[in-house]
């Protein structure tokens, strides 16, 4: 269903909508075999593109980052320039290796506030390389840590290989220079009181020198990644960390909590600047709290942040130092007589992104995908339907709190397409260009378009075809409107779209699918 006017300003107009991909299965890292049960460690719990595309890291709940290395590219013969290119034609699918891993968090226990801090990575966030270094922060509820990942030569050093035994009698070394004494040393306690074969300082050889004798020289350059903490952000907040985000100075980054909003420079870990504060002096008059933040990925200035009340606030940090007044609001007004006891709990935004350009927030609540021009404050620009078919199951999903998953989304490179995630480890593609029909909806699995039937993207606005769909779901309880069981243990929360090329990471609880189109 197209939200109010201005759609037609999505990119792509000019040459009318794209025609959909056809996505195919790449690569899948810790692939379950049938039965096997997944540990709750092992669980993928963040994953993020770096801003080349060519890095990969994703966090679990047992505090570990992991990361993964492009290796298609390196036998292409096309330039850096040519590979940004989101036109650029690949040859065959994206190829990624493990790279390596280290433990970023570990379990905490706040003695304060008898509080155990889980070990679980929220959100991971790439820095810019240097000196052909990888920089990352990564955090969990309390706590944001800046690593970096640089390979380190290892050299290996052949020793002396003389062997005292061996050469007394061989013409190399005279035996009176070989001792088996006590080693002397004039410290207190230097050496422990045992005996040392040492070679005394006269050493002489006969005439033809010595075959045994060898100096020390390095013998290989062995590399080995090491992942270094730089710098331990801490005891900022007190409320969970739900988001972090780079600013595109390169110099600072916020952390947002259910509170409030802290700013901080990359190189100062023990100082931070509240920039918003959404507490009320009485707790009791609560009413939302903030669910996602991001900064603008060119204006150093400007971030948004979303709330539980289906909210977006667009704040500039030239105004004032506490930004608690906003300069823009993005909310859409509800229709008269459609409120329920469920309706503020689906409104809530669970994650919120901006496009590459700055130009539009695509923000994800439990049942639609919604993309906002910044410019137009009236409504969105478009709304997906993500899985509609489960709004007559509201209740059991309250019953079974899935009703309070939160979905992550994300936007192509080229501003063309959305992804989000849903039940059963499906995920929808949808194209947001003005015109697009695109609605693909994909299982995170070898086979990705199985059983798949076309459903509607965005059904319009009478009523009777949103009750088709709702009674399509009636109709066959258990099943959803690709013909599956429903499966709510199983869900997509966790993905991330290549920042130049149409590919897409996702996660499936421990396992890493990867697709391309």
């Known amino acids: 269903m197209n939200g109010g006017d201005g759609g037609e300003e999505v990119a792509g107009a000019a040459a009318g909508p794209p025609p959909p991909l056809e996505w195919k299965f790449s690569q899948v890292f810790g692939e379950r075999t049938a039965g096997e049960e997944v540990q709750e460690v092992d669980i993928i719990s963040a994953i993020e593109f770096d801003k080349t595309g060519d890095h990969l890291a994703t966090g679990d709940r047992g505090g570990r980052v992991v990361l993964f290395e492009r290796t298609d590219r390196k036998e292409d013969g096309g330039s850096r320039r040519d590979l940004e290119r989101t036109d650029y034609p690949i040859s065959r699918h994206p190829e990624f290796r493990y790279k390596t891993e280290f433990q970023s968090h570990e ?26 270094a990888l920089f990352l922060l990564s955090t969990n509820d309390k706590t944001i840590k800046f690593w970096k990942v640089q390979e380190k030569k290892v050299k290996k050093i052949s020793e002396m290989n003389v062997d005292p035994s061996k050469a007394v009698g061989n013409g190399c070394i005279p035996s009176s220079s070989v001792s088996s004494t006590p080693r002397p040393y004039a410290a207190n306690g230097g050496y422990p009181d045992k005996s040392y074969n040492y070679l005394s300082n006269d050493l002489s050889f006969q005439p033809g020198g010595s075959q045994s004798l ?77 669910t996602s933040a991001e900064f603008h990925p060119t204006h150093c200035n400007t971030l948004a942040y979303s709330s539980s009340k289906g909210s977006i606030r667009l704040i500039d940090l030239r105004q004032s130092a506490l930004c608690d007044t906003h300069a823009k609001l993005f909310e859409e007004q509800e229709a008269p007589g459609s409120r329920s006891f469920f309706t503020e709990i689906i409104a809530s935004i669970s994650d919120i992104k901006f496009a590459k350009d700055g130009r539009f927030i695509l923000s994800r609540d439990y049942m639609t995908l919604k993309l906002w021009d910044i410019n137009m404050d009236s409504g969105p620009v478009s709304t997906f339907q993500v899985h509609e078919y489960l709004r007559p199951k509201l209740c059991d999903l309250y019953e079974n709190d899935s009703i309070f998953d939160k979905f992550e989304c994300c936007l192509s490179g080229d501003g063309q397409r959305v992804s989000t995630g849903s039940y059963s480890n499906l995920f929808r593609v949808f194209g947001c260009s003005a015109g697009s029909s695109e609605a693909t909806s994909l299982e995170a699995s070898k086979n990705p378009m199985r059983k798949q039937v076309p459903t509607p993207s965005r059904p319009s606005r009478s009523l009777g075809s949103i009750t088709r769909v709702v009674r399509r779901g009636a109709e066959s309880p258990g099943v959803d409107a690709n013909g599956n069981s429903f499966d709510f243990t199983t869900k997509l929360l966790h993905l991330a779209w290549h920042p130049s090329e149409n590919s897409i990471a996702c996660a499936a609880a421990n396992s890493l699918y990867m697709y391309y189109a």
Not at 113 to 126: H, T, Y
Not at 232 to 237: D, L, Q
């Open 107 to 132: 379990p905490e226990f706040d003695y304060l506030k008898s509080l155990e801090i889980e070990e679980k990575i929220n959100k991971i966030r790439w820095c810019q390389m240097a000196n052909g």
């Open 214 to 290: 060898r100096l020390p020289m390095v013998t290989s350059h062995e590399t080995s990644l090491v992942a270094r903490c730089r710098r331990v952000y801490a005891h900022a907040h007190d409320y969970h960390i739900n988001s972090i985000s780079n600013n595109s100075d390169g110099e600072t980054f916020i952390s947002a909590d259910d509170l409030r909003i802290n700013l901080w420079n990359l190189e100062i870990s023990n100082q931070s600047f509240n920039i918003v504060d959404v507490k009320p002096t009485n707790m009791e008059d609560l009413t939302e709290v903030i």
